[in-house]
Protein backbone atom coordinates (compact mmCIF):
# COMPACT_ATOMS: atom_id res chain seq x y z
CA UNK A 1 0.00 0.00 0.00
CA UNK A 2 1.59 3.15 -1.29
CA UNK A 3 1.20 6.02 1.36
CA UNK A 4 2.87 9.47 1.21
CA UNK A 5 2.34 11.65 4.52
CA UNK A 6 3.49 14.79 5.09
CA UNK A 7 4.56 17.36 8.32
CA UNK A 8 5.57 20.05 9.69
CA UNK A 9 3.07 22.87 8.36
CA UNK A 10 1.76 25.13 11.08
CA UNK A 11 1.23 28.75 11.64
CA UNK A 12 4.27 31.31 11.09
CA UNK A 13 4.88 34.84 10.94
CA UNK A 14 5.81 36.78 7.71
CA UNK A 15 9.44 36.49 7.30
CA UNK A 16 9.64 32.90 8.86
CA UNK A 17 10.63 29.50 7.98
CA UNK A 18 9.31 26.02 7.65
CA UNK A 19 10.03 22.97 6.56
CA UNK A 20 8.23 20.13 5.52
CA UNK A 21 8.73 16.58 5.41
CA UNK A 22 6.83 14.00 3.00
CA UNK A 23 7.52 10.53 4.13
CA UNK A 24 6.68 7.52 1.85
CA UNK A 25 6.23 4.18 2.08
CA UNK A 26 4.71 1.08 -0.54
CA UNK A 27 7.04 2.66 -3.82
CA UNK A 28 10.56 2.10 -4.72
CA UNK A 29 11.11 5.50 -3.61
CA UNK A 30 14.67 6.08 -6.12
CA UNK A 31 13.07 6.17 -8.97
CA UNK A 32 10.01 8.34 -8.07
CA UNK A 33 9.99 11.63 -9.58
CA UNK A 34 8.24 13.92 -6.35
CA UNK A 35 6.64 16.81 -6.24
CA UNK A 36 5.06 19.67 -3.72
CA UNK A 37 1.87 21.21 -4.37
CA UNK A 38 -0.09 23.91 -2.86
CA UNK A 39 -3.77 24.92 -3.16
CA UNK A 40 -5.00 28.37 -1.32
CA UNK A 41 -8.59 29.07 -0.20
CA UNK A 42 -10.26 29.70 -3.53
CA UNK A 43 -7.74 28.58 -5.83
CA UNK A 44 -6.66 26.05 -8.32
CA UNK A 45 -4.23 24.00 -6.70
CA UNK A 46 -0.58 24.60 -8.18
CA UNK A 47 2.78 23.19 -8.45
CA UNK A 48 5.33 24.83 -6.19
CA UNK A 49 8.48 22.82 -6.26
CA UNK A 50 9.39 19.69 -7.87
CA UNK A 51 12.76 17.19 -7.92
CA UNK A 52 13.37 14.34 -10.11
CA UNK A 53 14.89 10.63 -9.43
CA UNK A 54 18.48 11.89 -10.39
CA UNK A 55 17.98 14.85 -8.13
CA UNK A 56 16.96 17.90 -10.61
CA UNK A 57 15.14 20.44 -9.41
CA UNK A 58 12.60 23.42 -10.97
CA UNK A 59 10.69 26.14 -8.67
CA UNK A 60 7.80 27.66 -9.20
CA UNK A 61 8.53 31.72 -10.17
CA UNK A 62 6.87 32.60 -6.95
CA UNK A 63 8.87 30.69 -5.18
CA UNK A 64 12.38 30.94 -6.54
CA UNK A 65 15.17 31.69 -4.08
CA UNK A 66 13.15 31.13 -1.09
CA UNK A 67 12.15 27.76 -1.14
CA UNK A 68 14.42 24.65 -1.65
CA UNK A 69 12.93 20.42 -2.20
CA UNK A 70 15.11 17.99 -1.35
CA UNK A 71 14.99 14.45 -1.07
CA UNK A 72 16.55 11.60 0.70
CA UNK A 73 16.10 8.64 -0.40
CA UNK A 74 17.98 6.36 2.57
CA UNK A 75 14.63 7.60 4.27
CA UNK A 76 11.91 7.89 2.03
CA UNK A 77 12.00 11.18 2.60
CA UNK A 78 11.45 14.57 0.43
CA UNK A 79 11.74 18.00 1.95
CA UNK A 80 10.37 21.25 1.51
CA UNK A 81 12.72 23.67 3.03
CA UNK A 82 10.40 27.39 3.25
CA UNK A 83 11.89 30.65 3.69
CA UNK A 84 11.04 34.10 3.79
CA UNK A 85 7.57 32.75 3.91
CA UNK A 86 4.88 35.72 2.79
CA UNK A 87 1.12 35.32 3.36
CA UNK A 88 0.27 34.62 -0.05
CA UNK A 89 2.15 30.99 0.72
CA UNK A 90 -0.48 30.07 3.12
CA UNK A 91 -2.27 27.17 1.60
CA UNK A 92 -2.28 23.65 2.21
CA UNK A 93 0.76 21.95 1.05
CA UNK A 94 0.58 18.62 -0.92
CA UNK A 95 3.57 15.66 -2.02
CA UNK A 96 2.95 13.96 -4.43
CA UNK A 97 4.83 11.35 -6.42
CA UNK A 98 5.22 9.37 -9.78
CA UNK A 99 7.63 7.87 -12.22
CA UNK A 100 7.20 8.14 -16.01
CA UNK A 101 3.35 7.21 -16.94
CA UNK A 102 2.49 5.43 -14.18
CA UNK A 103 0.12 5.75 -11.34
CA UNK A 104 0.66 9.14 -9.60
CA UNK A 105 0.48 9.33 -5.48
CA UNK A 106 -0.57 12.37 -3.30
CA UNK A 107 -0.55 12.54 0.45
CA UNK A 108 -3.17 13.96 2.31
CA UNK A 109 -1.90 17.25 2.70
CA UNK A 110 -0.37 19.81 5.44
CA UNK A 111 -1.87 23.29 6.49
CA UNK A 112 0.80 26.37 6.17
CA UNK A 113 -0.69 29.56 7.48
CA UNK A 114 1.42 32.57 7.17
CA UNK A 115 0.33 35.70 9.31
CA UNK A 116 0.84 39.16 8.43
Known amino acids: QVQLVESGGGLVQAGGALRLSCAASGIIFRIFNLRWHRQAPGKQRELVAA???????NYADSVKGRFTISRDNANNTVYLQMNSLKPEDTGVYYC??????????WGQGTQVTVSS
Open 96 to 105: AGSVGRGSDY
Open 51 to 57: ITAGGST
